[in-house]
């Protein structure tokens, strides 16, 4: 089971970007997907969650900018963002819980590779 991010790149304050996760390999379901974001010198943060009945949960910091979504039929996740700030540069990450024949009861927690978000001023 692999997880791929998809979508950074340098966008300059007030912009848009949308960031895409993609889930491959065989399992059979897919609990909770999120975003999280790592800058340079911090922790890595939770950014945004969503459920699989598509319940989201966002942080502070990107309420009103950020939405999360996904498509369940396709095993992807997204991540709009939109206006854009400075402090938004980060590498993103997709987590996600993800069942498998040999993990059917729990579930095992998966980490793509980041993907570079820059945002310039």
């Known amino acids: 089971v692999q997880l791929q991010a998809f979508g950074g790149g340098l966008v300059q304050a007030g912009g848009s970007l949308r960031l895409s996760c993609v889930a491959s390999?065989?399992?059979?379901?897919?609990?909770?997907m999120n975003w999280y974001r790592q800058a340079p010198g911090k922790q890595r943060e939770l950014v945004a969650s969503?459920?699989?009945?598509?319940?989201?949960n966002y942080a502070d910091s990107v309420k009103g900018r950020f939405t999360i979504s996904r498509d369940n039929a396709e095993n992807t996740m997204f991540l709009q963002m939109n206006s854009l700030k400075p402090e938004d540069t980060a590498t993103y990450y997709c987590?996600?819980?993800?069942?498998?024949?040999?993990?059917?009861?729990?579930?095992?927690?998966?980490w793509g590779k980041g993907t570079l978000v820059t945002v310039s001023s």
């Open positions: 390999g065989s399992f059979f379901s897919i609990d909770d």
């Open positions: 987590n996600a819980n993800i069942r498998t024949i040999a993990s059917r009861y729990s579930g095992i927690n998966y």
């Open positions: 969503i459920t699989s009945g598509g319940r989201t």
